[in-house]
């Protein structure tokens, strides 16, 4: 089957280039299980959830001239075995030569002959554990008719449902003049459409000063954010190479709710101030010059979901609305609860902070939301000019109970946010079975310090634990 790009999609897709490949990653560590997960168990997995996202069987085509938007158009030549594939870290196995691994993997953008996405069975990790490590381009998820592969191989139980025979025949693809004629076609029976099309694509939107994409669209908010004006000047910004280094972080989600009942705020907000105090002292540690002025802009899209959906959702509904929201982070204060006070009114004034959906008030979603929803907050930001922040935020809701994939314990779960035009810092949080865990995207060489973020990330959230008491 045939079908054109979206606007949002198709800037998505030009919008990449090879030092800021536009992909949403996500890690997840499981736990071993006796027999081990075999690598023909986890394709056996993917294979069965495949007709929940059909994107991942279908490659873009694009149309000569750029006379109109790519299309998407079923693999005829689809390999399963080419898109999931195994590695071994070596002896001894250690977290620091996975994330090493992820950060190789996620440098190199994917084949765009082929349907955008791949997924690594990594092997040999310490501690009777394996990792599951995907990216899918931006285009391939837009959260409303096509989920993040992430979300629909996890399941609820153990026992894996049952699913249907998957019979897929390929639709045939069509000729490049089949290609040009529908373009043609289009251009007569809708010249307007076609025009802003193609000015899109000629413009390649390369300042990431594009629309806001539909999902989650709201006018106020957007004007509200544009009004802002340019991000304040930051290390954080400056050349991204094509190179990066990944960390993480994990801490206790009841942690953050006792801050968030001592100081009557949400726990986004206290997520927030900690990443503000780690970066404080970030910018301490290398000697940048910090005053009580001194703000790091982040953009953190908010997810929200509407009162009349909470039990209807499921694959292939929209699953979430994701608001643009711009916060200038105090990184001057060096009081953390002033630093948190300040966070929070910034969020209650912010239109859509009454129906938030944070790691409080977790909704219950057909498998699992994250991937997606961080895959949603990145598209939301990139239809922003990057020069409006310095960084990205994603934090996202996951499911507070325990999780599986093909039958396996899935243990913690990291996003790996791609890095935006000269942003050399990217952090997606997820909340999953009473934990916070970070995953931490950074370019190797503007910051080949990103180790000590975890750190600084526990100091953080200390200081406020410990004036909490």
């Known amino acids: 089957m045939v079908t054109r790009l979206s606007a949002s999609d198709a800037t998505f897709y030009h919008l990449e280039n090879t030092s800021t490949p536009m992909y949403v990653g996500s890690l ?8 081990g997960l075999s690598y023909e168990t986890l ?56 994330h090493d691994l992820v950060a190789r993997l996620g440098s190199r953008p994917l084949d765009k002959t082929r349907p955008l996405w791949e997924m ?4 040999g990790l310490t501690k009777n554990r394996i990792a599951i490590y995907t990216k899918s381009h931006q285009a391939l998820v837009n959260g409303m008719t096509a989920l993040e592969i992430g979300h629909v191989i ?34 007569i029976t809708r010249p307007t459409s076609q025009l802003a099309a193609l000015r899109d694509t000629v413009t390649e939107v390369a300042t990431n000063a594009g629309e806001l994409a539909a999902v989650g669209r709201r006018v106020a908010d957007v004007a509200r954010t544009v009004a802002r004006g340019t991000a304040p000047s930051s290390p954080l910004n400056t050349r991204v190479s094509r190179n990066r280094r990944f960390s993480v972080a994990e801490h206790r989600l009841d942690d953050y709710r006792m801050v968030r009942a001592r100081y009557d705020c949400d726990v986004n907000d206290v997520v927030l101030a900690v990443v503000a105090g780690a970066l404080r002292n970030w910018l301490l540690s290398r000697g940048e010059p910090v005053t009580p002025s001194t703000t790091v802009r982040a953009m953190a899209p908010m997810s929200v979901y509407p009162d009349a ?27 953390a609860v002033v630093r948190l006070s300040q966070i929070a009114h910034a969020t209650e004034s912010h239109s859509i902070a009454a129906s938030l959906v944070d790691a409080r008030t977790i909704v219950t979603l057909s498998g699992f939301a994250p991937p997606t929803l961080h895959a949603m907050g990145i598209r ?23 999780m599986y994939v093909a039958g396996t314990k899935l243990l913690e779960t990291y996003a790996v946010p791609p890095l935006l035009h000269n942003q050399v810092l990217a952090i997606g949080v997820t909340s999953y079975n009473g934990m916070l865990y970070f995953g ?8 080949s310090d990103v180790d000590v973020l975890p750190s600084l990330l526990r100091e953080s959230l200390e200081e406020l634990l410990e004036a909490a008491k």
């Open 380 to 402: 939301v930001a990139t239809g922003f000019s990057a020069r409006l922040f310095n960084l990205l935020i994603t934090n996202v809701p996951g499911a507070q109970k325990q």
């Open 440 to 447: 931490i995207n950074a370019d190797r060489d503007a910051m």
């Open 154 to 187: 996890a399941d609820r139980t153990q026992k894996p449902p049952e699913f249907g025979e998957d019979i897929w025949i390929p639709a045939r693809e069509p000729s490049d003049r089949q290609l040009v004629m529908g373009a043609i076609g289009e251009w």
């Open 309 to 335: 959906e909470l039990d209807t959702a499921g694959p292939g509904q929209a699953i979430s609305e994701v608001s643009p929201f711009l916060v200038d982070l105090p990184v001057g204060e060096g009081n």
């Open 43 to 98: 394709l056996a997995t993917v294979e069965q959830r495949l007709p929940q996202i059909p994107r991942y069987r279908q490659k873009v085509r694009e149309v000569a001239l750029a006379l109109a938007r790519p299309v998407w158009v079923d693999d005829r030549d689809f390999d399963i075995t080419y898109h999931i594939r195994r590695s071994a870290l070596p002896s001894p196995g250690s977290d620091a030569q996975l």
């Open 120 to 123: 690594y069975l990594v092997e």
């Open 28 to 35: 997840s560590i499981l736990r071993k299980p006796r027999a």
